[in-house]
């Protein structure tokens, strides 16, 4: 196994483009029932998700870029209060946009991940961050966090439309693999509450093309995440990157995640990992 070392930062500016580009080639390829197929992101339909995706860019634009949008009228203060004003949101456009044809949503789209694109890329990469990644239970981000979090979004919703009218996964292993780096710096918030000794380990094994072994580890008060692993981690938990990237954006039941996964060591201390999503619930 690879030597523990500190995560370094996850650069995604320059990814935003092609996947952007990526969903609107496959979207102007596809017949008028596809977009209405059901998704695995909740009630959603693929025309729900393709709304949602040109909704939190233009919001993005709105508030990063221009400075403008209307605040909360009570700001949210914890997790529970930061999901339900979050869904709200969501809700709100997505119901808005039923009202638009496939063509509209499809431009719509086209011309938001295109300003979304430009706006990232311009972005120096240490700027500060707009909003704080709630699911890895911070009250301030780093603003390359704040960015890598906002193309989880863009990629993980992009793979559920793929998957919901049978296209192909998208291409590139590099942009899995961020989106994996990025959402395993959740894992010590999902193992807030797990007791464990000082030194104690916990192993992710992630196989393919976009794969990597990243440890969990209790340190004196706190969990922390590194890279790299340690055979005498006290748990591992093993996945195919294809299945990590479903556990941890709620794309599996639990029941799917249990047979998706192969657990060596204390299956107690794997049972966070398992719990673990990088998204707002």
């Not at 102007?28 to 998700?49: K, N, Q, Y």
């Not at 995440?225 to 340690?230: A, K, M, S, V």
Request: glycine share 8%; proline share 7%; net charge negative.
């Amino acid at each position: 196994m690879p030597p523990l070392s500190a995560l370094p930062p996850t650069d995604t500016r320059r990814y935003f483009r092609p996947v952007g580009r990526a969903l609107v080639e496959m979207l102007g390829r596809l017949p008028a029932e596809a977009w209405d197929r059901p998704t695995v992101a909740g009630s959603w339909r693929v025309r729900d998700v393709v709304a949602h995706l040109s909704d939190t860019a233009l919001r993005r634009l709105s508030l990063h870029r221009d400075g403008a949008g209307p605040a909360p009228a009570v700001a949210p203060f914890g997790e529970a209060e930061i999901a339900t004003l979050v869904n709200e949101l969501n809700a709100s456009f997505v119901a808005v946009a039923r009202r638009f044809s496939p063509r509209v949503l499809t431009d719509l789209y086209r011309i938001a991940s295109e300003g979304l694109a430009d706006f990232f890329e311009s972005l120096p990469f240490d700027a500060p961050g707009l909003f704080a990644v709630s699911w890895a239970g911070e009250t301030e981000s780093a603003g390359w966090f704040d960015v890598a979090r906002e193309f989880t979004e863009q990629w993980h919703h992009q793979a559920q439309i793929r998957e919901a009218v049978g296209a192909p996964p998208l291409s590139d292993p590099a942009w899995l693999r961020a989106v994996l780096e990025t959402a395993v710096r959740g894992l010590p918030h999902a193992y807030r509450d797990a007791a464990a000794p000082a030194g104690t380990e916990v192993r992710l094994d992630v196989s393919g093309p976009s794969g990597g072994s990243w440890t969990v580890r209790r340190d004196a008060d706190r969990w922390s995440i590194r890279e790299g692993g340690d055979s005498e981690a006290a748990a591992t938990v093993s996945l195919s990157d294809q299945d990590a990237w479903r556990l941890l954006f709620n794309a599996l039941s639990p029941e799917q995640a249990a047979r998706a996964a192969r657990i060596h060591g204390d299956a107690g201390l794997a049972a966070p990992l398992l719990r673990a999503r990088s998204v707002i619930l």
